[in-house]
């Protein structure tokens, strides 16, 4: 058996590790403005990052964006996978596919559609002011509101297929044993799929934060320049500022709150629904 993981663990630890290993090496190193960096051993761009409000600000905007679109991913999700997964037609692999089809856009190209949306002079206001509601147009875009909806849009059908294939491995007979005891419908989902389905909801959960915490185009092109979250902050540190050691310093501390949100999530959604 180790003969046939050897290989898969080889390619993780090449294209993962390796390159983890070097970030948090060259985050170690002091950066000076002729040399652009020079080799030590420091902690003084983790000090740095941690007690700098502006990348407080900057980082609990990133966990407050992720936590949000998280839960709104999973709200919405989970009605449009059970109803996927409950699905007895010809059509169910053509609307499995459509739902993997935004997966196919990229996301700048679904931010320009964002942007189409949501500008001053986009479809929803015009639509707004042709109608009379609005007299002015709103302000929808460059906005935290205009991000979180980008991003649910964008991570959505990975909530819904992974929802969907726990939820196909639920047994309709044991929704039905419940409620022939008397269990009302929202008794049923909330005491029977909801635990049921934990397994979906944790790994659809995990991969979604995951995405959302390293958001970076869609951000930079709807959030504005005063918007700002890790991604885009550790983009600048390497491309503009050439300030190689903070960047890295920066993108450890994401890698690493990332992980913890994640694990502390996943303990916690999975304790909830066994006792549930």
Not at 190 to 215: D, E, Q, Y
Request: charged letters at 10%; proline letters at 6%; a positive charge.
């Amino acid at each position: 058996m180790a003969v046939f993981i050897l290989p898969a663990g080889l390619l993780v630890c090449a294209l993962l590790v390796a390159p983890m290993l070097m970030m948090f090496r060259i985050s170690m190193n002091h950066y000076d403005p002729a040399a652009m960096m020079v080799e030590a051993l420091t902690t003084e761009n983790y000090l740095r990052a941690v007690a700098d409000p502006y990348y407080q600000r900057v980082l609990a905007t990133t966990l407050g964006v992720a936590l949000s679109c998280t839960a709104l991913t999973v709200l919405l999700a989970f009605p449009a996978a059970y109803w996927l997964s409950r699905m007895q037609s010809k059509w169910k692999s053509i609307i499995t596919i459509l739902t993997m089809f935004p997966l196919l856009v990229g996301n700048v190209v679904r931010s320009a559609g964002w942007i189409a949306l949501l500008g001053s002079d986009g479809l929803i206001n015009a639509t707004l002011q042709g109608t009379g509601l609005t007299s002015a147009p709103l302000k929808l875009l460059y906005t935290p509101g205009a991000v979180i909806v980008a991003i649910v849009g964008i991570v959505l059908p990975y909530m819904v297929l992974t929802l969907s294939a726990v939820i196909e491995g639920i047994p309709r007979q044991v929704e039905e044993a419940a409620a022939n005891l008397g269990a009302r419908p929202l008794t049923v989902f909330r005491r029977v799929v909801l635990p049921l389905a934990t397994p979906g909801v944790v790994a659809g959960s995990v991969l979604v934060f995951i995405l959302c915490m390293n958001a970076y185009a869609t951000p930079v092109l709807l959030g504005g320049p005063r918007f700002q979250m890790m991604a885009p902050a550790v983009y600048d540190q390497f491309s503009r500022a050439s300030n190689w050691p903070f960047g890295a310093a920066l993108a450890f501390i994401l890698l690493v709150v990332t992980l913890l949100m994640t694990v502390i999530g996943s303990m916690a959604l999975g304790r909830k629904y066994r006792t549930a």
